[in-house]
């Protein structure tokens, strides 16, 4: 059923499929815990190939294959030629009679789906410029660990909502049966055709989707989900976005006006909710803030599931290579 498929974005598998795959990643997390090994994919090779840099994907990826047996190569911008001085198609080639799995992390999705058409082996998306595939099973694995169930609630996204993350809660939401909200910026929201996608699945889960602009929209969400501002190769529009999205802090102000008061609050890192990093205190001189789109009071709150959402890329990313890889016995999804 999974055997050999590749997941390149979230609507390659069905509504049963990923909830398997949610499922199968917390009975890896149990064993992983009591330190039971679990080497479903023992002696193989894993090609890790990484465009743009990452800490989480990265981590994640290679602890998962070790846990499994198998051996990760990181093969980062410097160490191939991928599209340089050789195509995307002939490294496909290439690296698929080398390696048993390929992990792909960078700009384009027509990269990654080149990849797993030429190379003949799985490949798993860290992350394009459209599609965050290993993050949402992170993200809902750990709602369902804290809710004991998806479909019915509420999640909240708010920021630009035109990049892979909100992209990518807006069809999975609707897959599952979650009632998403983007609240963005006119400017900054969704594109059309992920909205109709999202929107014709949530006709058969019977979901709802809402695009606002307003945070008024917060008000019912089960979880409320931000990401950075400026995405990696933007940062020439900083003060752009800063303009656009300062209103759009989540503070203890915005998230005194939910009703839900177990709601849990999300972010897949990394996050600008202090001055520990350069880049944040180069914010400070430059805009005069101390947080971006987070505050450090709401993301070291009790409501803050932030380090357990990043602990999870590892065991869901270990469920998605064993079960497409390690020629598991599944029954019927």
């Known amino acids: ?103 792909f992390r960078g700009f384009k999705q027509s990269d990654v789906e080149i990849l797993a058409k030429d190379s003949q082996v799985p490949v798993w998306n860290g992350l394009t410029d459209d599609w965050h595939p290993t993050q949402m099973l992170a993200d809902f694995m750990t709602i369902k660990e804290h809710f004991g169930y998806l479909k019915g609630l509420t999640l909240a996204y708010v920021g630009d909502g035109r990049k892979n993350v909100a992209h990518s809660l807006l069809v999975t939401g609707a897959i599952f049966g979650v009632n998403v909200t983007i609240i963005s910026p006119e400017s900054l929201q969704p594109a059309h055709e992920i909205q109709k996608l999202a929107r014709n ?8 989707i809402s695009i ?58 990394p996050s600008f909710h202090d001055l520990n990093t350069e880049v944040m205190k180069e914010i400070k001189e430059n805009y005069n803030l101390n947080e971006l789109e987070v505050t450090d009071e709401v993301f070291n709150s009790k409501n803050s599931v932030v380090f357990e959402q990043a602990e999870n890329r590892m065991h869901t990313i270990k469920s998605v290579m064993a079960a497409t890889l390690g020629d ?5 999804v």
Not at 37 to 53: P, S, V
């Open 1 to 103: 059923m999974f055997q050999g498929r590749s997941f390149l974005k979230e609507i390659d598998f069905s509504k049963d499929e990923l909830l398997y795959l949610i499922d199968f990643a917390i009975h890896l997390k149990k064993l992983k815990k009591e330190h039971i090994q679990h080497k479903y994919l023992l002696d193989k090779n894993i090609a890790l190939i990484f465009e743009k840099t990452s800490t989480r994907t990265r981590a994640a990826f290679t602890t998962a294959a070790i846990d499994l047996g198998a051996h990760p190569e990181f093969l980062g911008p410097n160490d191939i030629q991928l599209g340089k001085k050789e195509s995307i198609s002939d490294t496909a080639k290439v690296l698929g009679t080398m390696f048993d799995g390929i992990e």
């Open 212 to 269: 606002r602009s307003d945070l008024n929209g917060l008000e019912n969400a089960d979880i409320v989900y931000t990401d950075v501002w400026v995405s990696m190769g933007e940062e020439s529009q900083t003060a752009e976005r800063i303009k656009l999205l300062k209103s759009y802090q989540i503070n203890q102000k915005v998230v005194d006006k939910i009703i839900n008061k177990n709601f849990i609050f999300m972010h897949c890192l």
């Open 201 to 208: 699945y949530a006709l058969r889960t019977h979901s709802k």
């Open 328 to 332: 598991l016995f599944i029954p019927k």
